[in-house]
């Protein structure tokens, strides 16, 4: 497999980093994890076709992870896509994304392609084409839980780690999450390289992990960076501690996942 990381900022918009989403290249073809803006753009600039992706994965509803939906959509509309495509994504959000691509004209009668929602479940292994992937639920969006109760509009929060499989290798997206230990299921299944977000949590959290469970090579994005737009985590004592290879992931930046044993 290949990664080539389309967005790798965080909440925040950003002069020089588009927001998370990242392509996830196989032999028998490629995924989309998450979607924040401008992916759209990113995929033609990459002469990506636009029948190629097979579907999209988004981890949980926040804007800097689905921003650039509708536009997909609609590229791949106006690209006159034939090939079904699936979106998977936490069930809460279904309705609602339906309705807002009624509301922006994108119906299903005008799509030149069939266009398919399914609900993450985590007790299932999904299967798409050449990928398999497995959901872990994480606590990223708990907060809110009360905060919607009190608007009147109680949500259940989803927010979801993939553990994602082609080529007889794998990759663990931890999507968003509130610490590290959270990743140590999707680890447990073994993984050749993680992907991992840097900003909602300090660097020093990854000692919960059990180091046995890390795989050789780690991929930090969505991390803060300074003004000249490098890692404010980069030298951090706790990472460089955990005696792994360790990439800060730039836009546009693309990685070869090769299959290795974790360093036990």
């Not at 925040?12 to 759209?40: F, H, Q």
């Not at 509708?70 to 339906?98: C, D, H, N, W």
């Amino acid at each position: 497999m290949k990664l080539h990381f389309l967005g790798t900022s965080h909440g925040l918009a950003s002069l020089k980093r588009a927001n998370s989403s990242c392509l996830v290249m196989s032999k028998g073809g490629s995924l989309l994890v998450d979607c924040g803006e401008p992916a759209s753009a990113t995929l033609l600039r990459m002469a990506v076709l636009p029948e190629q992706p097979c579907a999209l994965v988004l981890t949980h509803l926040h804007p800097d992870h689905t921003g650039g939906f509708t536009q997909l959509i609609q590229t791949l509309q106006l690209k006159r896509r034939t090939s079904p495509f699936t979106v998977y994504m936490p069930e809460e959000g279904i309705a609602v994304f339906k309705t807002l691509l009624r509301t922006v004209y994108l119906y299903d009668s005008v799509l030149p392609f069939q266009l398919r929602f399914r609900a993450i479940r985590p007790e299932i292994v999904f299967e798409d084409t050449s990928f398999s992937f497995r959901f872990y639920p994480n606590e990223h969006l708990a907060c809110y839980r009360a905060i919607s109760m009190d608007e009147g509009y109680p949500a259940p929060c989803e927010s979801f780690s993939v553990h994602v499989t082609a080529d007889q290798q794998s990759i663990v997206f931890s999507g968003d999450i509130k610490n590290p230990g959270e990743l140590i299921a999707p680890l447990r299944k073994g993984a050749d390289l993680l992907v991992s977000e840097l900003v909602h949590f300090p660097p020093v959290g990854y000692a919960e992990i059990p180091q046995g469970l890390l795989p050789g090579k780690i991929c930090f994005t969505h991390y803060k960076t300074t003004r000249e737009d490098a890692s404010l985590e980069k030298d951090d004592p706790a990472l460089v501690s955990l005696n792994k290879k360790i990439i800060f992931a730039e836009d546009g930046m693309e990685i070869e996942v090769l299959k290795q044993a974790p360093n036990r």
